[in-house]
Nanobody
Framework: QLQASGGGLVQAGGSLRLSCTTS????????MGWFRQAPGKQREFLVC????????DYADSAKGRFTISRDNAKNTVYLDMNSLNPDDTAVYYC???????????????????WGQGTLVTVSS
């Protein structure tokens, strides 16, 4: 299971660091992704990182403000979010792709493990 944490209430312009950890032995062999779902909207891809940590893929909405990283020794993936605005209010999910794909993917259908989500609320 994936456990996401770090969400909370933050003022516009603020920052948060989300973490996602697991006890699964497959973590270091998994690509990891972050998604979010705002109220009344579809789930949105934000960013992914390959199993080595050397390759990433960002959605336009995340470029320049969000940074993904991972620590395979700690079985943890991070999402650093800066310059938050009220449009970033959503439940944020981490996900794992345990397949043998070479690169991480931006489609949720490629992920076979999902965390429970952590709520981020940005006030204006």
């Amino acid at each position: 299971q994936l456990q996401a944490s770090g969400g909370g209430l933050v003022q516009a312009g603020g920052s948060l660091r989300l973490s996602c950890t697991t006890s699964a032995r497959t973590f270091s062999r998994s690509h990891m992704g972050w998604f979010r779902q705002a109220p009344g909207k579809q789930r949105e891809f934000l960013v992914c990182i390959d199993r080595s940590g050397r390759s990433t893929d960002y959605a336009d909405s995340a470029k320049g403000r969000f940074t993904i990283s991972r620590d395979n020794a700690k079985n943890t993936v991070y999402l650093d979010m800066n310059s938050l605005n009220p449009d970033d209010t959503a439940v944020y999910y981490c996900a794992a792709d345990t397949s043998s794909r070479v690169y991480c993917e931006d489609s949720g259908q490629h992920y076979d493990g999902w965390g429970q989500g952590t709520l981020v609320t940005v006030s204006s």
